[in-house]
């Protein structure tokens, strides 16, 4: 490895290069060698042993042009392994790019997790004066060896900065976790309270009679979204798109089976608003992936997407085989804008009419859907041919290797 | 010295030194500009190091080429 790779969202906090005493104190065994002939030649000719040369002779011209000429190369490859060797300090890990000669190249990386400490030593009155020296970052792990590097200039600050990206860092994990902590209390609580209303729903709508049918239907459609409050919560409780961490399950399953059982777990929200909800479909189409969250999080999402921001007409669901597979969802619904399509699967992205048409709406749906659809390969996108002209939202699934 | 020029050998001597400094400048420069425009962080330094050393290797050469010319 030869060059460095900073991540996306990483940032360069600072850049070290070798203090300019270092670069001085490799170049002047060159400088001295390159004068020393110069020096001998002027001191025995000015003492008379030899007889002075005219300057104008082209021998020692051209002597001259080839000696300065060498001389140049070496301090140009001095200068290289000067130049070239750096430190790197981003927010999240140091790079060490050593230049060894001319074809060795170094480059080591260290997380910023995996320090322990750092020291900084002045090791003679030079380095002292000149407020350079030695840093040595001690790391954890039985492999690690510490990190030593001499002519690092203001060391104290070098290793200040560290520290304090280390104390970020730290907090920052703690501040992350606490949050990660409330969101599980607050889910695990809002749970308990949507479990005991789709049980008082379910008695409603299952109550044989006595109660009138508006009520019942009404009552019907609270419960499908309450379950769906429910397993969204669920989600949460179980770690997974909060954390940025998702465990995939990945086993052959029938897709067709899964996106029709996605379109039954919508249907009693589509038949509530009168919308006709069809499917078209092959008979089999067999996959590898996470079949529970391909239908859960993404399928019905979709499917329930699009009766929310229906009002009449038909939401229809098509598969086919693609390169994989291409499942895709149609409405005759609001439609999308340009700038719908393009903030509808970030965090908390929502059309411009989606908080009117459907309140209850977190924004997160599209975007845990496209994590999951990424997750296995795949891409999600959004179609329309803009508002009042309903939409169209693709998921194309490759087949996995 | 005196039995090269006699001998018409120093010359040659001259070419041969000339075209070895010729090829070790232009192959070192090369592998340093690459390593220079490579690997620098800086976009104007290494443009500043390629043209200060392909100048002052250029201006030695060209001394030796006269000396050369000159000689020949």
Redesign the interface.
């Known amino acids: 490895m ?2 460095i790779h900073i991540e996306e969202g990483e940032h360069i906090i600072l ?1 070290v290069r070798k203090h300019w005493l270092i670069l001085l104190r490799d170049s002047l065994g060159t400088l001295v060698v390159a004068v020393a002939p110069f020096v001998l030649f002027g001191m025995v000719s000015f003492a008379g042993f030899v007889p002075v040369v005219e300057l104008a002779n ?2 020692v ?2 002597a001259t ?2 000696w ?3 001389i ?2 070496t301090l ?2 001095i ?2 392994n000067y ?2 060797d ?1 430190w790197i300090l981003t927010d999240r890990r140091i790079f060490i ?1 050593e ?1 060894v000669g ?2 060795d ?1 170094r480059v080591s990386t260290w997380g910023l997790e995996r320090i322990q400490q750092i020291t900084v030593e002045h090791q003679n009155v030079v380095e002292f004066m000149f407020g350079y020296g030695t840093l040595t970052v001690q790391t954890a792990g039985l492999s690690d060896h510490d990190l030593s590097t001499p002519g690092i200039p203001r060391p104290e600050r070098v290793r200040t900065k560290i520290l304090h990206q280390i104390g970020t860092i730290g907090r920052l994990e703690a501040m992350t976790k606490k949050q990660s902590e409330m969101i599980k209390t607050i889910s695990h609580e809002a749970k308990g309270y949507l479990a005991r209303d789709a049980a008082a729903l379910a008695e409603i709508v299952e109550q044989p009679e006595g109660v009138p049918a508006n009520v019942k239907k009404l009552a019907g459609s609270a419960l499908g979204e309450t379950r769906r409050g429910v397993s969204e919560l669920m989600g949460i409780l179980s770690g997974d798109a909060q954390q940025g961490e998702m465990t995939m399950e990945r086993i052959r399953f029938d897709l067709v089976d899964t996106v029709r059982d996605a379109v039954e777990l919508a249907r009693p929200l589509a038949e509530a608003k009168g919308l006709a909800l069809t499917v078209h479909a092959p008979s089999s189409l067999m996959f590898d992936g996470d079949p529970a969250k391909l239908r859960d999080v993404v399928i019905k999402n979709l499917i329930e997407n699009a009766i929310h921001y229906t009002e009449k007409g038909s939401v229809t669901v098509s598969v086919s085989a693609h390169d994989g597979a291409r499942i895709s969802i149609a409405d005759t619904g609001i439609g999308l804008s340009e700038d719908d399509r393009v903030k509808l699967f970030s965090e908390g992205g929502r059309g411009e009419s989606a908080r009117a048409l459907n309140p209850h709406s977190t924004g997160f749906g599209l975007h845990i859907a496209k994590s999951i659809v990424e997750a296995h390969g795949g891409r999600i996108a959004a179609l329309s041919d803009g508002r009042g002209k309903g939409s169209t939202f693709v998921v194309e699934l490759p087949t996995l290797a | ?1 005196d039995f090269l020029l006699d001998s018409g050998e ?1 010359p040659m001597l ?1 070419w041969v ?1 000339f075209f070895a ?1 010729a090829v ?2 232009i192959g ?2 090369s ?2 500009s690459f ?2 425009l ?4 800086n976009p104007i ?1 290494p443009i500043v ?1 390629v043209i200060s ?1 392909a100048a ?2 250029f201006a ?2 060209s ?2 080429f006269g ?2 010319t ?2 020949g």
């Open positions: 030869d060059t850049t082209p021998y011209v051209f042009a080839l300065i000429l060498l140049w190369m140009a490859i200068w290289t130049y070239l750096i790019i230049q001319l074809f190249r | 010295m120093l001259l030194v400094a070790l400048s070192l420069g592998v340093l390593h220079w490579r690997y620098a962080m330094a190091a050393f002052v290797a030695c050469l001394v030796m000396v050369v000159i000689a």
